[in-house]
């Protein structure tokens, strides 16, 4: 089976483990959490860096920390990842969710300011829904895919709405936006992830960046079980959410195999692009606009047919494929949350093809998938 995006464990990641246990710093105090902190800084041109134990945990402690509040809305795009919305409610706040661009598959600017124009008030400084009264407090765009958002127009747009920015980068990393690293560029706090299917993994977990050290202070002392002193003494109910040394271990490890990580997860790219860039049948995903992506996951979206005609047929073949992200409007947890006009996400979504884009595919690997699929898409059609 050709696999949709593993690990490539090429590097120091032995190594640095062993050297965890004959050091005996396994745990979440350790050389390696500091050294994973600072090599994600220079990076992502960051000035702070805080490594958690997940994505998920990154984004609910940045979210805390920009000042996200119980009953709060946070503005969210609705094709994602659930981290993004599990995060907000674990703030005890609310996703309010909008559609994705056609464009980049990422937050669509133009419906949220005209969203923000219509349905909100300002009282004083805080920012109102004007149906529910309920303080609109932050935004979290999503790197689609790892593709960057148009920067320029969300920092105007939340600086018009004093919206706080917390971007959500889980699989962002190594992107930029008009040459600048994601740490370099307009937002209160950028979270990524290194989750095993991510472009680099730590085995499991996350960080926050920000250029802003207040920020970057209550992130730590929030995930760090609001501890004061070195005693046992906490001055609030926080969180244990710290990243342990034998994660940040592997993780140094993979951040020094980054540049030849991003180099292939880009051949990845151009080779399906050009697989299927001639075939009526088939879209490529949206590039960043301005920016670089850094090509997390590859694949095509399906003109006239929906992804699941296909993976049964790909599967059987040796291909792994599966259904990817389901809006969050269509979620159980997220039925019934505060949702604008979707009819981008609605008509993607299952469209949308990821196609195996593993660093340790092969040549051979990438022209069988690439053959298969259109052998497969070709049957269907003359079926017709
Ligand atoms: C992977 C991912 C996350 C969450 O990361 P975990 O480390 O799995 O908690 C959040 N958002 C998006 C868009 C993701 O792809």
């Not at 709060?72 to 659930?82: A, K, Q």
């Not at 969300?154 to 040459?179: E, H, P």
């Not at 006239?304 to 040796?318: A, F, I, M, N, S």
Request: charged share 20%.
């Amino acid at each position: 089976m050709i696999p949709l995006a593993i690990p490539c464990i090429l590097g120091n990641e032995e190594k640095y483990l062993k050297e965890c246990i004959s050091t005996n710093y396994v745990s979440s105090v350790g050389p390696f959490v500091d050294r994973f902190e600072q090599m994600l800084c220079e990076n992502s041109n960051s000035k702070y860096a805080t490594a958690l134990s997940s994505g998920t945990a990154a984004l609910h402690m940045a979210l805390l920390a920009v000042g996200v509040q119980n009953n709060d809305l946070v503005i969210m795009p609705s094709y994602t990842f659930i981290a993004t919305a599990n995060a907000i409610s674990h703030c005890g706040a609310h996703p309010w969710i909008f559609d994705v661009s056609l464009e980049d598959w990422n937050l669509n600017l133009k419906q949220l300011e005209e969203v923000l124009e219509q349905k909100t008030y300002f009282d004083g400084s805080i920012l109102r829904h004007n149906k529910t009264h309920q303080r609109v407090s932050a935004v979290v765009p999503v790197f689609c895919m790892g593709a960057t958002h148009d920067y320029e127009s969300l920092a105007r747009i939340a600086s018009k709405y004093n919206l706080s920015v917390v971007v959500d980068a889980a699989a962002g990393i190594g992107a930029k936006y008009q040459g600048k690293e994601i740490g370099d560029l307009p937002a209160d706090a950028t979270i990524l992830s290194f989750n095993g299917n991510k472009t680099i993994t730590s085995g499991g977990g996350g960080a926050v960046l920000s250029n802003n050290e207040s920020v970057i202070k209550k992130v730590k002392h929030l995930s760090q079980t609001g501890r004061v002193g070195p005693n046992y003494e906490h001055d609030c109910v926080a969180y244990n959410y710290r990243m342990t040394n034998l994660q940040a271990a592997v993780g140094c490890a993979q951040l020094e195999q980054l540049d030849d990580i991003l180099k292939k997860k880009k051949e990845i790219s151009l080779f399906y692009s050009e697989a299927f860039s001639n075939n009526p049948s088939l879209e490529l995903f949206p590039q960043s606009q301005g920016g670089d992506s850094p090509n997390w996951l590859s694949g095509v979206l399906l003109k006239d047919l929906k992804v699941e005609q296909v993976t049964d047929r790909l599967q059987e073949l040796g291909i792994q494929s599966r259904l990817f992200w389901k809006p969050m409007h269509m979620q159980k947890p997220y039925k019934n949350s505060l949702c604008e006009n979707v009819e981008n996400a609605n008509s993607i979504w299952d469209r949308i093809l990821v196609l195996p884009s593993s660093v340790s595919i092969t040549q051979k690997e990438m022209q069988y998938v690439s053959d298969t699929l259109l052998n497969i898409i070709s049957g269907i059609k003359n079926e017709k």
